[in-house]
């Protein structure tokens, strides 16, 4: 409280020091005519105007459109069993990851590697009995994004055979015009991204790669892409895809539908 007489506290001064402040610093609420309101709102005006927009969105598959990790698991677990008389557990068949089967068994088996494969994709066939459908809220969130007029496609590690039976079973074909399967000889995402940026003749930055894994998340950034980590499955690593530096990180497929909603072909 002043003493009486003594002059009117100048509001444009902050109480410990001589530095000017805002004149609103002190309000309840900031005035509309403000001159730092208008001038925030014309820097988020012009972020949004530098904003690129999204036009195609690309997914991996296992732990991102559905939880199919627990069937591919399920599969190699009695292959692997005949092949080296012992039972693997999920983190030692995940270590194998890389490849896509394929390669997996070549590694194993060498030339027998045929006979090995129809094993694991009737194995694949029947165990996706517990998958039948994808992430609930997946199905919408592609209809919008076709919806809006942009692209989708799916690039994933899983070899041809595995990934078609994903596709049918889950009914996700009718969404996708390209599909890419990974490498016998390792992931090679990044260069089916940009491939998939020439085929649709867009600028790769204008793309969106959305995956579960930190290895997802490395290979759209070196293609160029948006990387956005895909953190809804009990399976992900949310630590591990933050420090990855993706460009978003959803830990629901509700956060991801409204992040669609404002930054895909808006």
């Given amino acids: 409280m002043r003493a009486p007489g003594s002059p009117a506290r100048d509001r444009r ?52 459109l559905a939880d199919t990790l627990p069937v591919c698991c399920a599969a190699f677990r009695p292959v692997l069993l005949d092949i080296t008389g012992r039972e693997y557990n999920d983190s030692e068949i995940v270590a194998l990851f890389g490849p896509n089967e394929e390669g997996i068994l070549r590694r194993l088996v060498g030339d027998d590697w045929p006979a090995a494969m129809e094993r694991f994709l009737a194995e694949y066939e029947a165990n996706h009995d517990t998958c039948p459908a994808p992430f609930e809220g997946i199905d919408d969130v592609l209809r919008r994004i ?10 994933t590690g899983k070899g041809a055979g595995s990934a078609a039976i994903s596709i049918r079973r889950l009914g ?33 930055e204008r ?27 009990a399976t992900a690593n949310r630590e591990a895809l933050a420090q990855a530096g993706p460009r978003a990180l959803f830990t629901s497929i509700e956060a991801f539908a409204s992040w669609v909603e404002h930054d895909v072909c808006p």
Avoid: M, N
């Fill in 172 to 204: 996700l074909a009718r969404y996708f015009d390209i599909v890419r399967s990974g490498s016998a000889d390792g992931l090679v995402k990044a260069d089916q991204i940009r491939e998939i940026a020439t085929i649709w003749d867009v600028p790769v």
């Fill in 13 to 64: 001064y902050s109480r410990t020091s001589r530095e000017p402040v805002h004149p609103c610093e002190h309000c309840t609420e900031r005035r509309p005519g403000c001159a730092v309101i208008a001038s925030e709102k014309r820097r988020h005006a012009k972020e949004d105007d530098e904003r690129v927009s999204i036009c195609g969105v690309i997914f991996d598959l296992d732990g991102t």
């Fill in 207 to 233: 793309l969106a790669y959305v995956g579960d894994t930190i290895h997802d998340i490395e290979h759209a950034q070196e293609a160029g892409a948006a990387a956005i980590a895909a953190a809804w499955a």
């Fill in 146 to 155: 076709d919806e809006r007029g942009a692209r989708l496609a799916i690039i």
